[in-house]
């Protein structure tokens, strides 16, 4: 389906969006066009701009990309998937956002969308990561028993601002959408799950100037104009720097873009996930390349060593930006003026061909001619994301700044240095156990008055081993939601698990085979047959009873003519047992294998069986 387009493993860290307008569901695919679905995303634009203009990524920025029932076709072939179905081919708007070491971006990117589902009516919207329904997870602690993995996958929406579950068996994209938006009312979620998502997102936008840090680094000069320039680079330089291997780091011997002559100290901006990436980062640059650092002891050592990295982040950009420009001059040169990869476009034609895209046209027909003209249109425009192209423009964005460097800039860069308002401060990166406690405290939601009573959780053990576990697991009557009342339509004649009377039936038969329990022939039988007043009839309680009187008579014949032979030799029985319990020495030996106790238990069986009293033995 459209919405599940990632038939491939996701990658990890990265956010995917399906937003789905009205006209998405209730028109026909064809009908859709993508000037409509650009329409729409200009109108999410305005909305999102006031949130997002100063606001600064860790990798991706926010990009609606529209996707209409063509381009979804090309994707399936990218892709290489061959379930690609009318149906499956739903139009929308989508999202794809990697926002690797930075889980706030993601989080960010869920209130925008929320914000949006509750401002348009009809918006519907899905949202998954490299973890899948991550918006339920959020809520594991108060979802119904029936929200499994298995019943959620593929079916939890965002509509009105409000998480949304599908329980219908549908099987069709747009008749699931359509389900949610005209039965809203069923498919909601509690209010718990639904509270447990707005405070995730409550922070917001609030946090987006809570997560900035204001630090002081000694740059070179270029470097620290292109960082005011364009202030967003500053997350590329400190991942590239963070990510990368010695071979890459090879360039930074030379410098030849940011040399280390020519330095001032700057105030950058950047978010404390990646000031904490700079400083926990172990390299220090090239001892051959003259960096001159202080003593650590020194107040300007940290600036010092953060203006190195910085730089060599960017050194190592620039140098890859030029290697991609001189490979794209040198495809042109060779007649290719789109500086389109021959061998990925070459690849793509061919799955193009196997899918019965070109539907065994003749080679040079006209119909075959547009249909390659439309393949070849699509996959220019669509190289950003099919080749990473999103590098390539972001080191053709750094190049140009690196050019539009003038002598007269980098006198202003100088001049400003002497009004540097001060640095934040980092304390923030210790956190001391008390904080740590309280921090975990806030996420997984437990309290002070738990934490400072012991007894809370012994007692929570204790009723989670007292309480009967059902087929599926302990289940609380306290952590029971009014959802839990929902079934769904299509399951008739559920069967029904009883685990009280399955464990009645147990026991019983249980009963009726083990031996020698107490008691075990004393009275009636009623107990060990778990029989009652209605089954005093059967014939089995009759020949059971009957069994029973007649075993009670035997035992106490037996037991009277024991009795008399034996009463005389008791003594001598005695003597003889206990002598073959002495010689054993408390090993293992036929006589205590046979009785299995000591000689308490001994005396102890001779007196029921005998009832003849015994000597008391030294022993």
């Known amino acids: 389906m459209a919405m599940t387009q990632a038939k491939r493993p996701r990658e990890d860290d990265v956010l995917e969006c399906y937003l789905y307008p009205r006209f998405c569901y209730s028109l026909t695919a064809d009908q859709v066009t993508e000037g409509m679905l650009k329409d729409e995303i200009d109108k ?78 009809g918006l519907i919207a899905r949202m998954v990561d490299s973890d899948g329904e991550f918006l339920l997870i959020e809520a594991a602690d108060v979802l119904p028993v029936w929200a499994t993995p298995e019943t959620c996958h593929e079916r939890v929406f965002i509509m009105n601002g409000a998480v949304h579950v599908v329980q219908d068996k549908q099987k069709i994209c747009i008749n699931i959408l359509n389900s949610v938006y005209q039965r809203s009312h069923i498919f909601k979620m509690s209010d718990k799950v639904q509270a447990t998502i707005q405070k995730r997102i409550s922070i917001y936008p609030e946090e987006t100037e809570r997560r900035k840090h204001k630090a002081r680094a000694y740059l070179p000069e270029k470097a620290a104009y292109m960082l005011r320039r364009e202030p967003r680079l500053i997350a590329s330089a400190v991942r590239t720097v963070g990510h990368s291997d010695p071979l890459e780091r090879k360039v930074c011997r030379a410098m030849r873009y940011f040399p280390p002559e020519q330095r001032v100290m700057a105030n950058v901006k950047m978010t404390k996930c990646l000031y904490a990436m700079a400083v926990h980062c172990r390299y220090t640059g090239d001892p051959r390349t003259g960096w001159n650092l202080p003593p650590s002891n020194s107040p300007k050592y940290n600036a010092y060593l953060l203006g190195i990295k910085i730089a060599c982040g960017l050194e190592m950009l620039v140098a890859r930006a030029h290697e991609e420009e001189r490979k794209c001059r040198d495809r042109q040169s060779s007649g290719d003026s789109s500086c389109v990869n021959e061998e990925a476009w070459t690849a793509f034609f061919r799955r193009l061909d196997a899918s019965g ?141 009883d685990p009280d009377v399955f464990d009645t039936a147990l026991r019983d038969i249980l009963d009726l085979v083990v031996p020698g329990g107490d008691g075990e022939f004393d009275g009636s039988s009623e107990g060990s047959l778990g029989g009652d007043d209605e089954d005093q009839g059967g014939e089995m309680d009759k020949y059971m009873r009957l069994l029973d009187s007649q075993l009670q008579q035997q035992l106490i014949s037996d037991s009277n003519s024991r009795e008399k032979q034996q009463v005389p030799n008791s003594e001598e029985v005695e003597a003889n047992l206990l002598g073959s319990i002495q010689e054993e020495a408390g090993g293992s030996g036929p006589l205590g294998n046979i009785l299995g106790g000591p000689v308490e238990r001994l005396k102890h069986l001779k007196q029921n069986l005998l009832d003849v009293p015994l000597k008391e033995s030294k022993d």
């Open 357 to 497: 895209y070109f539907r065994e046209l003749l080679e040079g027909s006209k119909e075959k001619e547009e249909l390659l003209v439309k393949a070849k249109s699509y996959y220019e425009r669509h190289l950003a994301q099919a080749n990473k192209r999103v590098e390539t423009n972001e080191g053709k964005r750094l190049i140009e700044i690196y050019r539009d460097i003038q002598s007269n800039d980098m006198e202003m860069e100088a001049e400003e240095v002497c009004t540097l308002s001060p640095e934040d401060s980092d304390s923030w990166l210790n956190v001391d156990p008390a904080q740590l406690e309280a921090m975990l405290g806030q996420q997984f939601g437990i309290s002070g008055k738990e934490s400072e009573n012991p007894l809370g959780l012994q007692d929570k053990v204790k009723a989670f081993i007292n309480q009967k576990s059902g087929i599926e697991g302990v289940q609380f009557l306290g952590d029971k939601e009014e959802n839990d009342e929902k079934v769904d339509v299509e399951d008739n004649g559920r069967i029904d698990f």
């Open 44 to 121: 999410f634009q305005k909305d999102v701009e006031p949130f997002i203009k100063d606001y600064l990524w860790h990798r991706d920025n926010l990009s609606f990309k529209p996707r209409t029932k063509q381009a979804l076709q090309f994707d399936s072939v990218i892709e290489g998937s061959s379930r690609a179905t009318d149906f499956e081919l739903l139009p929308h708007i989508h999202v794809l956002l990697r926002f690797d070491e930075d889980i706030g971006d993601e989080w960010f990117v869920v209130f925008l969308i929320i914000n949006l589902t509750k401002k348009y009516e």
